[in-house]
């Protein structure tokens, strides 16, 4: 009998992801070992599979999300939230291009061309995505080059320094675990998220084109596939380490966002004007009074 292919990763130090071909996940504690005996403390060196890397990665995603499950905000979505939020696109899609073609000059330096070429690719595809919000903001009536020149979301900078730093290190593989845990998160936005927004919208404004390129309805899907199927082939130390930043960017992520949506609308509000240094448009600046000033807005 053909043996099913099972692959671990450490994540944390006390947590093991385990993964099987089948498609069973679960985690490997230390503490929950019984004796001295762990069979998962040594790093794995076999070949991977589609099936066990997609759990590992999913996995990681899950878990790095799992701590902030209890204080996740969740508030009603508004126009003024969806400013701030095509802001912080800009920013995690702008420099995605150069920072890739930069990892790729380091895999040729290294003799690795597979993996140049896929980051090469990767390179291209989302070359001009910046420009999708961009073009967001401008059909929303708000001054985007000046906002985004100005005005950096506080929950994004950490993400956006974890892609710059990784893809400048001696071996940047890790640049692959980030953005599989970005193209994964975005692969889950569905049809009726998109109509949310465009609910919030102005009668005749178009204001979705990032979000529907990075949503089932776009590329994501497909990236994310290709990407499993990429890692899958990778020697086992690359795997582990795609797995590992994959978990340090859901970490960075999660708290990153769960910290933008807790601002109050009049916060957000007053970000957005000061970097904008006029007055928006009244259709965003215009928010439900509920939302009171000062006050957190409402999770669900």
């Not at 069979?39 to 794995?44: E, L």
């Not at 690359?238 to 807790?262: F, P």
């Not at 904008?276 to 509920?290: E, H, M, R």
Request: glycine fraction near 10%; proline fraction near 5%; include cysteine.
């Amino acid at each position: 009998m053909t043996r099913l292919v099972t692959e671990w990763v450490n994540v944390t130090g006390d947590i093991s992801i385990v993964a099987r071909e089948s498609g069973e996940v679960w985690f490997h504690t230390q503490s929950g070992t019984k004796g001295d005996v762990n069979p998962f403390v040594s790093p794995m060196t076999g070949a991977g599979s589609a099936g066990s890397t997609v759990g590992l990665l999913d996995g990681a995603i899950n878990l790095g999300f799992a701590g902030i499950e209890k204080r996740l905000a969740r508030p009603d979505p508004t126009l003024v939230g969806y400013v701030v939020a095509l802001v912080g696109a800009y920013h995690t899609s702008v420099d995605t291009p150069r920072n890739l073609q930069r990892a790729a000059g380091r895999f040729n330096e290294l003799g690795r061309p597979e993996v140049a070429a896929y980051l090469e690719e990767r390179a291209r595809e989302e070359t001009g995505h910046d420009r999708l919000a961009l073009k967001d903001l401008r059909a929303l009536g708000v001054p985007g080059e000046r906002l985004v020149a100005n005005f950096i979301p506080e929950g994004i900078k950490p993400l956006c320094k974890r892609f710059d730093d990784l893809c400048v290190q001696d071996y940047p593989v890790g640049c692959i675990g980030y953005s599989y845990c970005l193209e994964r998160i975005a692969a889950l936005k569905q049809e009726a998220d998109i109509e949310k927004v465009r609910a919030l919208c102005p009668d005749g404004v178009d204001a979705t084109r990032f979000l529907r390129s990075h949503s089932s309805l776009g590329s994501e899907v497909t990236h994310v596939e290709e990407t499993i199927a990429f890692v899958a082939s990778l020697p086992a130390y690359d795997r582990i380490r795609i797995v590992q930043e994959t978990y340090e960017s859901a970490l960075i992520m999660a708290e990153g966002y769960n910290h933008e949506l807790h601002k109050s609308e009049a916060e957000m509000l007053e970000e957005l004007q000061q970097a904008v240094g006029d007055a928006l448009p009244y259709c965003i600046s215009s928010y439900p009074s509920q939302g009171e000033k000062g006050g957190a807005r409402s999770a669900a």
